[in-house]
């Protein structure tokens, strides 16, 4: 098994111990190059007196310019139709104060979705009043939505060539037709941020293994998730299967915990309305739930570094981006410098890698309001739009940023990841200059019973699953971990 780690003051290395019995062997853990990249998604001095319009302002006002320069790049050699018999030469980017009927020209706007559906204040207050209450629903898009594109002056609806259902509220985007005589503008084309500039990968001269789980899912019922989770603690921690899948297991460099750590059974019918703080009345499950955190990560940080992001059950706030969890309530793991408590969304570079993901809020939420088939669709598209939550502020929460929005994607990230999915997916993308990354939909851990290893030196993702039998018979452990 893996030997003890001591700290050793006044430095980051960790210093390792003999084992306790000589004749087992010792394997030693790399420490990757690790440097956060979170710092944006801080927010400091909070203040919710600010109007949302300010952050749609503030996206469009970064974006433009990108747009700009892609709406160049693909439709620079088009000549532009000035009117019945007129053509002049280059591309025509106007804004919508500037449009002229039948002008063919190119716009840069937020995209706006009219959704009959979506859910408002009216089915609450429906609900009081004990009238009909709207059916629920898993996806919120009908046929008679409407996309309607804005700038900081006016609003346009838009027709033609763009998928209706595929877009979302809040996404820039570049369009190129011309409006017609009754005030709609026809949608020829059109085009998104795409992938931004990536910095390349470092090669590595061997193996390293970054561990992604989700949804622990602590302070439920079900004894079985408990068991695969140990499982998976002991395993990482070299206290799990024979030598050669220890050795394989010491190649695991850094574990990421990306959100949902507590059960939703944990909260109260309030918890969606009001912040997630431990107090007198938090109910005695969430309080069990965070001690037993603790505990588990306590394991881990004494073997391996670990990063531990919050998600929708976690005690902190609602809103994205959702700030770290306090350490005063991880009073044990908090001792280690291994631990890193770090915000949602996290960003981080390990051996040269770059991590960008979320705890899977953004996906759900794109999800409900468009005809995207799965979390991994989601974040293709996420990572085209150069955005990381185009749905907030408006179906989901966020801080109203006042001057910039730290969801904008300045630098395309190695492997883009979500978590709390279904099922564990995984696919590798090209962008236009040849980027490549990897995106990972990591699975509810406490319903699945597996988590993802992602190969640092191929960026190859591969499952690592614990499936626990009933009682009286034998427990099982699959470990698909590269020696």
């Given amino acids: 098994m893996f030997s003890d780690l001591s700290l050793q003051r006044g430095g980051s290395s960790l210093l390792r111990r003999p084992a306790s019995d000589d004749q087992a062997p010792v394997f030693e853990r790399l420490s990757p190059a690790y440097a956060a990249g979170s710092e944006r998604f801080r927010v400091g001095e909070r203040s919710f007196g600010r109007q949302y319009a300010h952050i749609y302002a503030a996206r469009l006002m970064q974006m433009r310019p990108l747009l700009t ?39 840069v706007g937020t995209l706006f979705k009219r959704m009959e559906l979506q859910p408002s204040i009216l089915r609450e207050i429906s609900e009081e009043h004990n009238l009909l209450p709207q059916p629920a629903r898993t996806r919120h898009i009908s046929a008679s939505d409407e996309l309607i594109l804005e700038d900081e002056l006016q609003r346009i609806r838009l027709e033609g060539r763009l998928d209706r259902d595929r877009c979302v509220t809040g996404s820039v985007i570049a369009i190129y037709g011309a409006e017609r005589n009754d005030g709609r503008f026809t949608v020829e084309d059109f085009c998104w941020a795409d992938l931004p500039v990536q910095t390349p990968r470092p090669p590595l001269s061997s193996d390293r293994f970054v561990l992604l789980a989700s949804g622990l899912g602590l302070g439920s019922s079900r004894a079985d998730s408990m068991l695969g989770l140990q499982l998976l603690v002991d395993m990482v921690t070299g206290q799990l299967g024979e030598p050669g899948e220890q050795g394989g297991a010491a190649a695991i460099t850094r574990v990421l915990l990306a959100g949902n750590l507590l059960s939703q059974s944990t909260q109260d019918k309030d918890a969606s309305s009001k912040p997630r703080y431990l107090t007198k009345k938090t109910p005695p499950g969430s309080v069990e739930a965070v001690r037993l955190l603790d505990e588990l990560l306590l394991q881990l940080v004494a073997s391996v570094p670990v990063d531990v992001m919050p998600g929708q059950n976690d005690p902190t706030n609602y809103t994205l981006p959702q700030q770290p969890l306090h350490r005063c309530l991880l009073p044990l793991a908090s001792a280690y410098p291994t631990l890193q408590l770090t915000p949602n969304p996290y960003q981080a570079s390990i051996d040269g890698v770059r991590f960008l993901g979320t705890s899977g809020q953004n996906v759900s939420d794109i999800l409900r309001f468009s005809s995207l088939g799965g979390p991994l669709d989601v974040l293709e598209e996420t990572l085209r739009l150069g955005h990381l939550a185009p749905t907030a502020p408006d179906t989901l929460g966020c801080y109203p940023f006042y001057q910039r929005d730290p969801f904008i994607l300045d630098e395309c990230p190695h492997v883009y990841f979500s978590g709390s999915a279904p099922t564990l997916r995984s696919k590798v993308i090209t962008g236009p200059d040849g980027q490549e990354v990897l995106l990972v939909a990591i699975p509810e851990f406490h319903s699945t019973q597996t988590a993802a290893l992602v190969n640092l030196r191929t960026l190859d993702c591969q499952p690592i699953s614990f499936s626990a039998f009933g009682a009286g018979e034998e427990e099982e452990s699959e470990m698909n971990v590269s020696h």
């Fill in 69 to 107: 320069e892609r709406a160049r790049r693909k439709w620079g050699e088009l000549p532009v139709v000035l009117g019945p018999g007129s053509v002049g030469p280059g591309l025509a980017i106007r804004k919508l104060c500037d449009l002229q009927t039948g002008e063919q020209c190119c716009i």
